[in-house]
T-cell receptor
Framework: AQKITQTQPGMFVQEKEAVTLDCTYDTSDPSYGLFWYKQPSSGEMIFLIYQGSYDQQNATEGRYSLNFQKARKSANLVISASQLGDSAMYFCAMNYGGATNKLIFGTGTLLAVQP | DAGITQSPRYKITETGRQVTLMCHQTWSHSYMFWYRQDLGHGLRLIYYSAAADITDKGEVPDGYVVSRSKTENFPLTLESATRSQTSVYFC???????????????FGDGTRLSIL
């Protein structure tokens, strides 16, 4: 069965510093995708970044990068130069179920950026 | 660009009542999904739909009913609401279902449902 684990319920980071949010996953499927979503206090879910299991390079999107270590089954999100607006809940997710794009989510990490 | 809209945003009802949460998307996406978000569980998939008139169960389907007569709409019905169904409900859509398409799911703003 597929599983996503986020072991950090909450984290603090100083403004302008980098922060890494941990995510490990478990699946027996050879083909899968990993996603990170941001949920600010207003409640909406915002897609940040995607990594495919066959992608050779780590995904990057602006200040977000995904540290993908396939052998360790980890897909950590790195946010560089943290901003106050980065304070939010962050969810790691993985799709499963073949060509249906169903997602399984972790329990989330609440990030607080301090000035 | 309306995207994906959910209604109502907030709903309070009583146990045993029927309640329907609405989801509408303007992108003509094939796939639509319903999730519930609870503390300590993240988001869990309730039902999904690959196209009009095609629906299937997710991880936590008990107590819920869905339909999809039109591509753009995917209502979720609680036929007899229970307190355990108090939650935040998210609708999402994606253009395709293929793993290598880099097609993320796009989410609505959620419906906060309280069952007294």
């Amino acid at each position: 069965a597929q599983k996503i684990t986020q072991t950090q319920p909450g984290m603090f980071v100083q403004e302008k510093e980098a922060v890494t949010l941990d995510c490990t996953y478990d699946t027996s499927d050879p083909s899968y995708g990993l996603f990170w979503y941001k949920q600010p206090s207003s409640g909406e879910m915002i897609f940040l970044i995607y990594q495919g299991s066959y992608d050779q390079q780590n995904a990057t999107e602006g200040r977000y990068s995904l540290n993908f270590q396939k052998a360790r089954k980890s897909a950590n999100l790195v946010i560089s130069a943290s901003q106050l607006g980065d304070s939010a809940m962050y969810f790691c997710a993985m799709n499963y179920g073949g060509a249906t794009n169903k997602l399984i989510f972790g329990t989330g990490t609440l990030l607080a950026v301090q000035p | 660009d309306a995207g994906i809209t959910q209604s109502p945003r907030y709903k309070i009802t009583e146990t045993g009542r029927q309640v329907t949460l609405m989801c509408h998307q303007t992108w003509s996406h094939s796939y639509m999904f319903w999730y519930r978000q609870d503390l300590g569980h993240g988001l869990r998939l309730i039902y999904y739909s690959a196209a009009a008139d095609i629906t299937d169960k997710g991880e936590v389907p008990d107590g819920y009913v869905v339909s999809r007569s039109k591509t753009e709409n995917f209502p979720l019905t609680l036929e007899s609401a229970t307190r355990s169904q108090t939650s935040v409900y998210f609708c999402a859509s994606s253009r395709t279902g293929y793993l290598d398409s880099n097609q993320p799911q796009h989410f609505g703003d959620g419906t906060r449902l309280s069952i007294l």
